[in-house]
């Protein structure tokens, strides 16, 4: 499974849109990029996944590269609830086993 | 999304003694359910592959003979810490996935459960 590396914490204050950079260099062809979330004493939560160039749901948009090596999460208008640590993992097609990294914890101040 | 419960949400148990933890699909069922170790302020660390009607596959370093999963029916995984001790305080969390045509299989978290060995 491809290694993942993303910044180990960033502060943001309310209202300000939030982006999380991701590596991944050695990313292969059936992988994906997802990302999940996570609030203290909680399960992780899926918030989006991509193959490449852009995805946007509800909640965040995810910006992939034609390179694939790197994806950006973007989190518009934060709020104080968006204080959580945010997992960036290259997953495999179907039911493969996911290896977290280190995440990165975002602070939202008000 | 799909449902996934743990239970206990937190436990507390003298050290020598066996705590089993139940992790349920609530909505969808779940050939394949992880098992996952989480200390204070580190990342969630895969301990085991639980398949439903086989053994459990285990990561390296983690000893099956204390950590022992049955995956009974498509929606009941369980985690049982034998000879639990101080150490074995953690965080453990479950998922299970639901496949999607095209896509990687997007994992559903359990609200984890904390385990406090005295």
């Known amino acids: 499974l491809a290694k993942t590396t993303q910044p180990v914490s960033m502060d943001s204050y309310e209202g300000q849109e939030v982006n999380i950079t991701c590596s991944h260099n050695?990313?292969?062809?059936?992988?994906?990029i997802t990302w999940y979330q996570q609030f203290p004493s909680q399960g992780p939560r899926f918030i989006i996944q991509?193959?490449?160039t852009k995805v946007t749901n509800e909640v965040a948009s995810l910006f992939i590269p034609a390179d694939r090596k790197s994806s950006t999460l973007s989190l518009p208008r934060v709020s104080l609830s968006d204080t959580a640590v945010y997992y960036c993992?290259?997953?495999?097609?179907?039911?493969?086993?996911?290896?977290f990294g280190g995440g990165t914890r975002v602070l939202v101040k008000p | 999304g799909a449902v996934v419960s743990q239970h206990p949400s937190r436990v507390i148990c003298k050290s020598g003694t066996s705590v089993k933890i139940e992790c349920r699909s609530l909505?969808?069922?779940?050939?394949?359910m992880f098992w996952y170790r989480q200390f204070p302020k580190q990342s969630l660390m895969l301990m085991a592959t639980?398949?439903?009607?086989?053994?459990?596959?285990?990561e390296q370093g983690v000893e099956k003979d204390k950590f022992l999963i049955n995956h009974a029916s498509l929606t009941l995984s369980t985690l049982t810490v034998t000879s639990a001790h101080p150490e074995d305080s953690s965080f453990y969390i479950c998922?299970?996935?639901?496949?999607?045509?095209?896509?990687?299989?997007?994992?559903?978290f359990g609200p984890g459960t904390r385990l406090t060995v005295l």
């Open positions: 050695n990313i292969a062809t059936n992988d994906y």
């Open positions: 639980s398949n439903e009607g086989s053994k459990a596959t285990y």
């Open positions: 991509g193959y490449k």
């Open positions: 909505d969808f069922q779940a050939t394949t």
């Open positions: 993992l290259v997953v495999k097609a179907a039911g493969n086993k996911l290896t």
């Open positions: 998922s299970a996935g639901e496949a999607k045509t095209g896509l990687a299989d997007e994992q559903f």
